[in-house]
């Protein structure tokens, strides 16, 4: 059987091949991929950002959703048909982080759909013990978000928000939209700061305050929001400098700070504001298991509108029209890429 293939091949360019369906491997469950969402990450490839990792010939995309279409050997638990979604990470099993229980942060991980073949094809077969399984109710759409859900899932885990915290999230993409949807499903009060005018629409419609960090005062007025007693738990995901001062400036007495944007470049970080305020700044890095199941509860229940953030839905075929779109428009969110003709909506 042939199946189409997009392959990034360097220098904003994608080549869809067609290549031949091979059996899932020992140990591995393949996957009829049904839609795969474009990352923060895809784009930093697309850019030519990551192309020392990537390679001139590589199928990236890991935000998928699929029904099972083979099992490989040694693999028990999967029916054909299933629907499942990857949590696509894949441990050394030997390094310091491995051996102190946090494969998710493996020092020699495997991030599967950028380290190897990912999920902008037809079918992609993956180590089993990374599939998730989805209750039958859920689109097979909405499940493509699970992925950055899970992210999410994480972060507000690692930022401890409680029921009543004032939160700020510092930066509005697609990440920083879910944890305010986490954060305010969990009971906090939640604040986006973002400069993108679509995006502060986007979030106060989903009922989410917002502060335009342009504006002068908007460190003041977001301590004016807390009655002047700072910000219980900050999310910087802007990943730039202003981002970090405004993370220092507004963090509550005794508040926490999670790092998490990926900065490329070090900062200037005010840390005179962490002793005076004893301040605790956690990092966050992808996701656990536990995170994935939470994610998948949170997107079958609709506890959170995480669909309202796909902004456009694309065929495989023009997955190249795809990114050269989400990275000029202002007012895209998220895309999916439908990889199965079968699976259109
Ligand atoms: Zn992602
Ligand atoms: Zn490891």
Known sequence: MSLNAAFYTGNKQFSLETVESVPPGTG????????????????????GHMDQRIGDHRVIGHEMSGTVSAIGKDVDGYAIGEPVVVRPLDACGECPSCLRGFPHVCQKLTFLGLDTNGAFQQQWSVPAHTVHKLPNTLSLEHAALIEPVAVAVHDVRRGQVAAGDDVLVIGGGPIGMLI????????????VSEINTHRLSMAKAMGINTVNPKDED???????????????????????????????AVTATR??????????????????????KEIEMVGARVYEPSDYEEAIRLVATEAIDSKRLITSVQALPDIQSAFEELAGNPKAMKTLI???AAEAS
């Open 28 to 47: 591995e469950v393949q996957i009829d991929v049904a839609y795969c969402g474009i990352c923060g990450t895809d784009l930093h490839v697309y850019l």
């Open 180 to 191: 305010a949807m986490v954060a305010k499903q969990a009971g906090a009060d939640v604040t």
């Open 218 to 248: 908007a460190a003041a007025a977001l301590m004016a929001s807390t009655g002047g007693k700072g910000v219980d738990v900050v999310f910087e995901v802007s990943g730039t400098q202003p981002g970090v001062d405004l993370m220092t």
């Open 255 to 276: 508040g926490r700070v999670v790092m998490v944007a990926i900065h490329a470049n070090k900062p200037t970080v005010d840390l005179f504001q962490f002793f005076w």
């Open 338 to 340: 439908r990889c199965n």
